[in-house]
């Protein structure tokens, strides 16, 4: 891993240029036969980049955060699916946040889980994890929450291996992260971080029909007999 300070210069152009630098940081994975799981939605890039290079197999993995009633700036926990919660109580307790005003929240946030699962997968069934070794990628970590709710969760389902490739870490994250895992990779480890995207050129939204063309496409390369995969728009 290389540890760079770039006084908030954008490093990456784009999501899919930073999958390209940690697909190749992640190479010598792909002995290992492992399975990508992606974050959305600005994992997913990184991801379809990373199982390209691995010539591995892509999924997703649905985790969102939970902000603070009228603060969505403040991340007060995370959920996934299944209905898993995970709650910060020293957020909560720090900014005096009512227990009771968080219900509503977190309801909308494991109904927006529910929908993208039935949107993504389709009764598709899942990649099990199972003995496997698991790259879990996201285009960027500041507090490190979201990916250690994320990896906990793998862990109940007896991976092999977890490890974590994102396009930039907070180096304060970092060495929790590299407790919880069996490596964590990144292209970039700033001395400053206040963002994920001030590292990107291009950080904008990624679109839930750009999600489903990226999977379509890995899919398409793992199964000979699957139907052409209309073209993208765009992809770098």
Known sequence: MSTRSLAHTPAFADRYEAGRLLAYQMRHLSDEAPIVLALPRGGVPL???????????????????????????????????????????AVVREHHIRWGDLDEV?????????????????????IGVKDRVVVLVDDGVGTGRTATFAIEGLRRDSPKKVVLGVGVVAPEAYPGLLRITDGVYSPLVPGLFHSIGEWYREFEPIGELEIERLLQEIHHLHDADALPVPQRARVA
Not at 50 to 68: C, E, F, M, N, Q
Not at 107 to 125: M, T, V
């Open 47 to 89: 991801g379809y980049e990373v199982a390209r290079g691995l010539t591995a197999p892509l999924d997703l993995l649905l985790v969102r955060k939970i902000p603070a009633p009228g603060r969505p700036e403040l991340t007060v926990g995370v959920v996934g699916e299944g209905g898993a919660v995970r709650i910060d109580e």
């Open 106 to 126: 977190i309801l909308h946030e494991q109904e927006e889980i529910e929908r993208q699962a039935w949107k993504y997968y389709r009764g598709r069934p899942r």
